[in-house]
């Protein structure tokens, strides 16, 4: 069984202030990770995924995620948070990309000028 | 990267009637495409998998004859939720699986469901 747990369904940072999004797992296999940004009233954005290669992923718009086996972690970082960040993230698991998803509730990350 | 297209992005219906939605692999054959909903501040459920030319596998709690699901092609699948009610209201996410060697997933941009 597999499934997700984000810690902090609403965070709030200053602009050009750390984020830091927590995600842990529960995978009875090998996990594959992922986290995904919503915006409101539209779909899913890929921001980055761990498929078992490097274990600090890099993703999209200055987001990074480490892959931690021992702390069954998979934390989402960016150095220095933007307006534009303010949005829902999203992690999710999966036995392997194309199977089935499992999301975690979600994070609201609030961005304070 | 590979497209998802979802059609309608939004629609609005009375209690009672029928509401397909349409859900398509524009530039790649998808023999797996997965459904989800999700409701207001809440995360992703999956409701359904759907592969190409066989019956959808519904996750538990989910009606089967309420939530059709067809997947006559490798580029789309339909999804209609049937008599539809106000608890229905939601959004509802398709995803399409690029099998092989890349094996991976896309996801469409939603739509957005409400019943009157």
């Known amino acids: 069984a597999q499934s997700v747990t984000q810690l902090g369904s609403h965070v709030s940072v200053s602009e050009g202030a750390l984020v830091l999004l927590r995600c842990n797992y529960s995978s009875s296999v090998p996990p594959y990770l992922f986290w995904y940004v919503q915006y409101p009233n539209q779909g899913l954005q890929l921001l980055l995924k761990?498929?078992?290669?490097?274990?600090l992923v890099k993703g999209i718009n200055g987001f990074e995620a480490e892959f931690k086996k021992s702390e069954t972690s998979f934390h989402l970082t960016k150095p220095s948070a933007h307006m534009s960040d303010a949005a829902e993230y999203f992690c999710a698991v999966s036995e392997s990309p194309g199977n089935q998803f499992y999301f975690g509730t979600g994070t609201s990350l609030t961005v304070i000028p | 990267g590979a497209v998802v297209s979802q059609h309608p992005s939004r629609v609005i219906c009375k209690s009672g009637t029928s509401v397909k939605i349409e859900c398509r692999s524009l530039d790649f054959q998808a023999t797996t495409m997965f459904w989800y909903r999700q409701f207001p501040k809440q995360s992703l459920m999956l409701m359904a998998t759907?592969?190409?030319?066989?019956?959808?596998?519904?996750e538990q709690g989910v009606e089967k004859d309420k939530f059709l699901i067809n997947h006559a092609s490798l580029t789309l699948s339909t999804l209609t939720v049937t008599s539809a009610h106000p608890e229905d209201s939601s959004f509802y996410i398709c995803?399409?699986?690029?099998?092989?060697?890349?094996?991976?997933?896309?996801f469409g941009p939603g739509t957005r469901l409400t019943v009157l």
């Open positions: 761990y498929t078992s290669a490097a274990t």
């Open positions: 759907s592969n190409e030319g066989s019956k959808a596998t519904y």
């Open positions: 995803s399409a699986r690029v099998g092989g060697s890349t094996d991976t997933q896309y």
